[in-house]
Protein backbone atom coordinates (compact mmCIF):
# COMPACT_ATOMS: atom_id res chain seq x y z
CA UNK A 1 0.00 0.00 0.00
CA UNK A 2 1.42 3.36 -1.00
CA UNK A 3 2.26 5.89 1.74
CA UNK A 4 -1.01 8.19 0.30
CA UNK A 5 -3.23 5.10 0.48
CA UNK A 6 -2.22 4.89 3.96
CA UNK A 7 -2.46 8.20 4.70
CA UNK A 8 -6.22 8.91 3.55
CA UNK A 9 -6.77 5.47 5.53
CA UNK A 10 -5.72 7.07 8.83
CA UNK A 11 -7.70 10.39 8.09
CA UNK A 12 -10.37 8.14 7.03
CA UNK A 13 -10.82 6.64 10.78
CA UNK A 14 -9.94 9.17 12.56
CA UNK A 15 -12.86 10.61 11.00
CA UNK A 16 -14.75 7.99 11.89
CA UNK A 17 -14.07 7.92 15.63
CA UNK A 18 -14.82 11.29 16.15
CA UNK A 19 -18.49 11.08 14.73
CA UNK A 20 -18.21 8.39 16.84
CA UNK A 21 -17.20 10.05 20.06
CA UNK A 22 -19.48 13.25 18.79
CA UNK A 23 -22.69 10.62 18.95
CA UNK A 24 -21.64 9.05 22.03
CA UNK A 25 -21.45 13.11 23.76
CA UNK A 26 -24.67 13.81 22.12
CA UNK A 27 -28.05 14.10 24.34
CA UNK A 28 -30.25 11.05 24.00
CA UNK A 29 -33.63 13.38 23.42
CA UNK A 30 -34.58 16.98 23.93
CA UNK A 31 -36.98 17.31 26.96
CA UNK A 32 -35.38 15.35 29.49
CA UNK A 33 -33.66 16.54 32.59
CA UNK A 34 -31.54 13.56 33.35
CA UNK A 35 -29.30 13.03 36.19
CA UNK A 36 -25.95 11.06 35.37
CA UNK A 37 -24.97 7.79 36.66
CA UNK A 38 -28.05 8.23 39.37
CA UNK A 39 -28.16 4.90 40.24
CA UNK A 40 -24.14 4.37 40.96
CA UNK A 41 -24.13 0.98 38.29
CA UNK A 42 -20.92 2.51 37.47
CA UNK A 43 -19.58 2.05 40.69
CA UNK A 44 -17.72 5.46 40.69
CA UNK A 45 -19.34 8.54 41.76
CA UNK A 46 -18.97 9.94 37.72
CA UNK A 47 -21.17 13.04 37.21
CA UNK A 48 -21.27 14.06 40.53
CA UNK A 49 -18.62 16.39 42.84
CA UNK A 50 -18.02 15.08 46.15
CA UNK A 51 -16.51 17.72 48.06
CA UNK A 52 -15.94 18.15 52.52
CA UNK A 53 -15.30 21.75 53.43
CA UNK A 54 -12.48 22.05 55.85
CA UNK A 55 -11.41 18.32 55.49
CA UNK A 56 -7.27 18.31 55.31
CA UNK A 57 -6.64 17.02 51.33
CA UNK A 58 -5.09 13.68 52.53
CA UNK A 59 -8.26 12.44 54.61
CA UNK A 60 -10.09 10.22 53.07
CA UNK A 61 -13.02 10.58 54.61
CA UNK A 62 -16.49 11.68 51.83
CA UNK A 63 -18.73 10.63 49.79
CA UNK A 64 -18.15 7.17 48.21
CA UNK A 65 -19.72 4.41 45.33
CA UNK A 66 -20.05 1.54 47.73
CA UNK A 67 -21.60 -2.36 46.93
CA UNK A 68 -22.23 -4.63 49.84
CA UNK A 69 -23.15 -4.24 53.66
CA UNK A 70 -19.42 -2.79 54.78
CA UNK A 71 -18.28 0.74 54.85
CA UNK A 72 -16.08 1.68 52.17
CA UNK A 73 -13.21 2.67 54.97
CA UNK A 74 -13.93 0.11 57.33
CA UNK A 75 -11.53 -2.59 56.29
CA UNK A 76 -8.54 0.40 56.94
CA UNK A 77 -9.78 1.26 60.40
CA UNK A 78 -12.74 -1.08 62.14
CA UNK A 79 -15.43 -3.00 60.93
CA UNK A 80 -18.65 -0.49 60.18
CA UNK A 81 -21.72 -2.38 59.05
CA UNK A 82 -23.91 -0.12 56.54
CA UNK A 83 -26.96 -0.87 54.47
CA UNK A 84 -26.46 -2.73 51.12
CA UNK A 85 -27.52 -0.89 48.16
CA UNK A 86 -31.24 -1.14 47.70
CA UNK A 87 -31.15 -1.16 43.92
CA UNK A 88 -28.94 -2.46 41.72
CA UNK A 89 -25.33 -3.43 42.77
CA UNK A 90 -24.14 -0.03 43.87
CA UNK A 91 -25.05 3.00 45.87
CA UNK A 92 -23.59 6.29 47.10
CA UNK A 93 -22.67 6.58 51.07
CA UNK A 94 -20.97 8.52 53.07
CA UNK A 95 -17.74 7.44 55.74
CA UNK A 96 -15.31 8.98 57.74
CA UNK A 97 -12.80 8.55 60.44
CA UNK A 98 -13.45 11.95 62.03
CA UNK A 99 -15.81 14.99 62.65
CA UNK A 100 -16.62 16.35 59.42
CA UNK A 101 -19.27 17.73 56.71
CA UNK A 102 -19.34 16.14 53.38
CA UNK A 103 -21.36 17.04 50.68
CA UNK A 104 -22.68 15.08 47.42
CA UNK A 105 -23.83 16.86 44.30
CA UNK A 106 -25.04 17.31 40.74
CA UNK A 107 -26.21 20.67 38.59
CA UNK A 108 -28.74 19.57 36.50
CA UNK A 109 -31.13 21.48 33.46
CA UNK A 110 -34.85 21.43 33.57
CA UNK A 111 -35.97 21.54 30.02
CA UNK A 112 -38.36 25.31 30.32
CA UNK A 113 -42.45 24.44 30.55
CA UNK A 114 -42.08 20.44 31.05
CA UNK A 115 -43.30 19.15 34.51
CA UNK A 116 -40.10 17.51 36.19
CA UNK A 117 -40.68 15.60 39.61
CA UNK A 118 -37.41 14.44 41.37
CA UNK A 119 -37.23 10.84 42.76
CA UNK A 120 -34.37 9.37 45.05
CA UNK A 121 -33.84 6.99 47.64
CA UNK A 122 -32.54 7.76 51.15
CA UNK A 123 -31.67 6.07 53.95
CA UNK A 124 -28.91 5.68 57.01
CA UNK A 125 -27.11 4.27 60.13
CA UNK A 126 -25.38 6.60 62.87
CA UNK A 127 -23.99 5.54 65.38
CA UNK A 128 -24.79 8.43 67.60
CA UNK A 129 -27.82 10.04 68.77
CA UNK A 130 -29.62 12.30 65.57
CA UNK A 131 -28.96 15.76 66.41
CA UNK A 132 -29.65 18.33 63.90
CA UNK A 133 -29.16 21.86 64.84
CA UNK A 134 -29.34 24.77 61.94
CA UNK A 135 -25.95 24.35 61.18
CA UNK A 136 -23.89 22.22 58.37
CA UNK A 137 -20.65 22.90 60.55
CA UNK A 138 -19.14 20.03 62.64
CA UNK A 139 -17.43 22.30 64.80
CA UNK A 140 -20.35 23.38 66.75
CA UNK A 141 -20.04 23.14 70.08
CA UNK A 142 -23.08 21.21 70.21
CA UNK A 143 -23.55 17.97 68.77
CA UNK A 144 -24.38 17.66 65.01
CA UNK A 145 -25.02 14.26 63.51
CA UNK A 146 -27.73 14.87 60.58
CA UNK A 147 -28.73 14.12 57.22
CA UNK A 148 -30.51 16.42 54.84
CA UNK A 149 -30.91 16.38 51.02
CA UNK A 150 -32.07 19.64 48.82
CA UNK A 151 -32.56 21.47 45.92
CA UNK A 152 -30.60 24.73 46.03
CA UNK A 153 -29.36 27.59 43.98
CA UNK A 154 -26.23 26.37 41.82
CA UNK A 155 -24.81 29.88 42.40
CA UNK A 156 -25.08 29.68 45.99
CA UNK A 157 -22.43 28.42 48.59
CA UNK A 158 -22.42 24.73 48.99
CA UNK A 159 -23.25 25.24 52.73
CA UNK A 160 -25.93 27.30 52.47
CA UNK A 161 -28.65 26.97 54.57
CA UNK A 162 -30.88 29.86 53.53
CA UNK A 163 -34.38 29.83 52.88
CA UNK A 164 -33.35 32.06 49.65
CA UNK A 165 -31.19 29.65 47.84
CA UNK A 166 -33.16 26.68 49.19
CA UNK A 167 -34.94 25.71 46.27
CA UNK A 168 -36.81 22.94 47.70
CA UNK A 169 -36.12 20.55 51.02
CA UNK A 170 -36.17 17.21 49.98
CA UNK A 171 -35.41 15.49 53.46
CA UNK A 172 -33.56 16.40 56.31
CA UNK A 173 -33.57 14.70 59.99
CA UNK A 174 -34.73 15.96 62.60
CA UNK A 175 -33.68 15.97 66.51
CA UNK A 176 -34.03 12.57 68.20
CA UNK A 177 -35.11 10.80 65.15
CA UNK A 178 -33.96 7.08 64.71
CA UNK A 179 -30.45 6.39 64.25
CA UNK A 180 -31.83 4.04 61.29
CA UNK A 181 -34.00 4.92 58.23
CA UNK A 182 -34.37 2.13 55.77
CA UNK A 183 -34.46 3.06 52.17
CA UNK A 184 -37.30 5.43 51.78
CA UNK A 185 -38.45 6.83 48.69
CA UNK A 186 -38.61 9.93 48.50
CA UNK A 187 -39.82 12.82 45.66
CA UNK A 188 -40.48 16.25 44.81
CA UNK A 189 -41.76 18.48 42.61
CA UNK A 190 -39.61 20.73 40.47
CA UNK A 191 -41.72 21.86 37.83
CA UNK A 192 -41.95 25.53 39.56
CA UNK A 193 -38.03 25.37 38.70
CA UNK A 194 -38.26 24.41 34.81
CA UNK A 195 -36.04 26.37 32.35
CA UNK A 196 -33.42 26.74 34.99
CA UNK A 197 -29.87 24.69 36.36
CA UNK A 198 -30.73 23.30 39.81
CA UNK A 199 -28.02 22.22 42.29
CA UNK A 200 -29.13 18.10 43.79
CA UNK A 201 -27.46 18.52 47.25
CA UNK A 202 -26.70 14.87 49.52
CA UNK A 203 -25.37 16.53 52.79
CA UNK A 204 -24.09 14.67 55.91
CA UNK A 205 -22.74 15.68 59.21
CA UNK A 206 -20.71 14.35 61.93
CA UNK A 207 -19.07 15.33 65.40
CA UNK A 208 -20.26 12.22 67.89
CA UNK A 209 -19.45 8.81 65.57
CA UNK A 210 -19.84 7.39 62.73
CA UNK A 211 -23.06 8.42 60.56
CA UNK A 212 -23.55 6.16 56.92
CA UNK A 213 -25.77 8.26 54.99
CA UNK A 214 -26.96 6.86 51.84
CA UNK A 215 -28.47 7.09 48.92
CA UNK A 216 -29.55 5.67 45.39
CA UNK A 217 -31.80 5.70 42.16
CA UNK A 218 -31.55 9.57 41.80
CA UNK A 219 -34.03 10.45 38.78
CA UNK A 220 -36.08 13.18 37.47
CA UNK A 221 -38.98 12.36 35.10
CA UNK A 222 -39.52 14.85 32.61
CA UNK A 223 -43.17 15.36 31.45
CA UNK A 224 -43.79 18.15 28.16
CA UNK A 225 -46.43 20.51 29.02
CA UNK A 226 -49.91 19.02 28.38
CA UNK A 227 -51.57 20.22 24.69
CA UNK A 228 -55.41 18.88 26.24
CA UNK A 229 -58.03 21.94 25.89
CA UNK A 230 -61.76 22.27 26.32
CA UNK A 231 -63.89 24.43 23.67
CA UNK A 232 -67.23 26.35 24.70
CA UNK A 233 -70.00 26.83 22.75
CA UNK A 234 -70.12 29.79 19.85
CA UNK A 235 -71.12 33.16 20.64
CA UNK A 236 -72.76 34.47 18.02
CA UNK A 237 -72.84 38.27 16.65
CA UNK A 238 -75.88 38.29 14.23
CA UNK A 239 -75.02 42.42 13.62
CA UNK A 240 -72.07 41.23 12.35
CA UNK A 241 -72.43 37.63 10.70
CA UNK A 242 -69.13 36.63 13.23
CA UNK A 243 -69.13 34.29 16.15
CA UNK A 244 -66.63 33.74 19.47
CA UNK A 245 -65.00 30.53 20.84
CA UNK A 246 -64.17 29.90 24.27
CA UNK A 247 -61.19 27.70 24.55
CA UNK A 248 -59.75 27.04 28.32
CA UNK A 249 -56.24 25.79 28.21
CA UNK A 250 -53.71 23.96 30.58
CA UNK A 251 -51.33 26.69 29.95
CA UNK A 252 -48.63 28.76 27.78
CA UNK A 253 -48.96 28.44 24.20
CA UNK A 254 -51.00 28.95 20.86
CA UNK A 255 -54.78 28.49 19.71
CA UNK A 256 -55.18 28.39 15.86
CA UNK A 257 -58.70 28.02 14.02
CA UNK A 258 -58.77 27.31 10.48
CA UNK A 259 -60.95 25.87 8.06
CA UNK A 260 -61.46 22.43 7.91
CA UNK A 261 -63.94 22.05 4.58
CA UNK A 262 -61.09 23.63 2.55
CA UNK A 263 -58.86 20.51 3.54
CA UNK A 264 -61.61 18.15 2.47
CA UNK A 265 -62.16 17.20 -1.36
CA UNK A 266 -65.49 18.80 -2.47
CA UNK A 267 -67.79 15.48 -3.46
CA UNK A 268 -68.75 17.11 -6.26
CA UNK A 269 -65.41 17.98 -7.97
CA UNK A 270 -61.89 17.28 -7.82
CA UNK A 271 -60.92 20.44 -5.97
CA UNK A 272 -60.99 22.15 -2.89
CA UNK A 273 -64.01 23.19 -1.06
CA UNK A 274 -63.57 26.66 -0.41
CA UNK A 275 -63.11 28.24 3.19
CA UNK A 276 -65.98 29.60 4.44
CA UNK A 277 -64.27 31.34 7.67
CA UNK A 278 -61.07 32.94 8.27
CA UNK A 279 -57.41 31.38 10.22
CA UNK A 280 -57.65 32.83 13.54
CA UNK A 281 -55.33 32.64 16.33
CA UNK A 282 -54.48 33.82 19.94
CA UNK A 283 -51.73 33.45 22.66
CA UNK A 284 -51.98 32.63 25.61
CA UNK A 285 -49.68 33.53 28.23
CA UNK A 286 -51.03 31.64 31.15
CA UNK A 287 -53.34 28.74 31.69
CA UNK A 288 -56.91 29.49 31.90
CA UNK A 289 -59.46 31.10 28.89
CA UNK A 290 -58.77 32.74 25.75
CA UNK A 291 -61.40 34.01 23.01
CA UNK A 292 -60.98 33.46 19.16
CA UNK A 293 -62.75 35.22 16.98
CA UNK A 294 -64.41 33.55 14.02
CA UNK A 295 -64.57 35.67 10.90
CA UNK A 296 -66.43 34.71 7.27
CA UNK A 297 -64.07 34.75 4.27
CA UNK A 298 -65.24 36.74 1.04
CA UNK A 299 -66.92 33.85 0.11
CA UNK A 300 -68.84 32.93 2.84
CA UNK A 301 -70.08 36.51 3.77
CA UNK A 302 -71.60 35.46 0.52
CA UNK A 303 -73.58 32.78 1.64
CA UNK A 304 -74.26 34.77 5.12
CA UNK A 305 -75.94 37.78 3.18
CA UNK A 306 -78.07 35.35 1.12
CA UNK A 307 -79.06 32.68 3.47
CA UNK A 308 -78.75 34.58 6.49
CA UNK A 309 -76.78 31.53 7.94
CA UNK A 310 -73.32 29.70 7.35
CA UNK A 311 -73.02 26.20 8.08
CA UNK A 312 -69.14 25.91 9.50
CA UNK A 313 -66.68 22.94 10.31
CA UNK A 314 -63.39 24.21 11.54
CA UNK A 315 -59.93 22.31 12.99
CA UNK A 316 -59.00 24.06 16.56
CA UNK A 317 -55.57 23.26 17.13
CA UNK A 318 -53.66 24.37 20.72
CA UNK A 319 -49.56 24.15 20.69
CA UNK A 320 -48.37 24.34 23.99
CA UNK A 321 -45.17 26.20 24.26
CA UNK A 322 -42.71 23.58 24.11
CA UNK A 323 -45.37 21.13 23.79
CA UNK A 324 -47.13 19.11 20.78
CA UNK A 325 -50.35 20.31 19.10
CA UNK A 326 -53.24 18.64 19.67
CA UNK A 327 -56.21 19.59 17.31
CA UNK A 328 -60.07 19.19 17.79
CA UNK A 329 -62.63 19.51 14.84
CA UNK A 330 -65.78 22.42 15.61
CA UNK A 331 -69.06 22.49 13.94
CA UNK A 332 -71.74 25.08 14.38
CA UNK A 333 -73.23 27.54 12.38
CA UNK A 334 -72.73 31.42 11.66
CA UNK A 335 -75.81 33.74 11.44
CA UNK A 336 -76.22 37.38 9.68
CA UNK A 337 -79.72 39.42 10.70
CA UNK A 338 -81.30 39.88 7.67
CA UNK A 339 -81.11 43.97 6.87
CA UNK A 340 -84.90 45.19 7.36
CA UNK A 341 -86.28 46.71 4.14
CA UNK A 342 -85.68 49.81 2.61
CA UNK A 343 -88.00 53.03 3.71
CA UNK A 344 -90.45 54.11 0.99
CA UNK A 345 -90.13 57.42 0.20
CA UNK A 346 -94.39 58.39 -0.12
CA UNK A 347 -95.66 60.56 2.70
CA UNK A 348 -92.39 62.46 3.67
Known sequence: ???????????????????????LLAPLGAGAATVVNGDFETGTL?????????????????????????????TEFEPISVQA???????AITAQT?????????????????SHTLSLTAYYNSYAPISSPESLDPDVEEPN???????????????TLSPADILASVFSTKTGAPETLGPTALTADLSPFAGQTVRLRFVEVDNELYFAAGTDAVSI??????????MGKLKLNRKKGTARLKVDVPGPGTVVVKDARATTASASAKKKAAKRIKRASVTAVAGGTVFVTLKPTTAGRK?????????????????PTGGT??????????????????KSGYGR
Not at 85 to 91: L, V
Not at 221 to 230: E, K, L, M, V, W
Not at 303 to 319: C, D, N, P, Q, R
Open 1 to 23: MSGESTARMRKTVASVAALAAIA
Open 145 to 159: QQYRIDVIKPTAPIT
Open 46 to 74: SGWTSVSPGQAPEDPDGWFAYTGTESPLG
Open 325 to 342: TTSQTLEGKLKLKASPPP
Open 303 to 319: ILKEKHKLAIKALVSFT
Open 221 to 230: ASTPPSGAFT
Open 98 to 114: GPGVHILYQDVALEPYF
Open 85 to 91: PPQGKYG
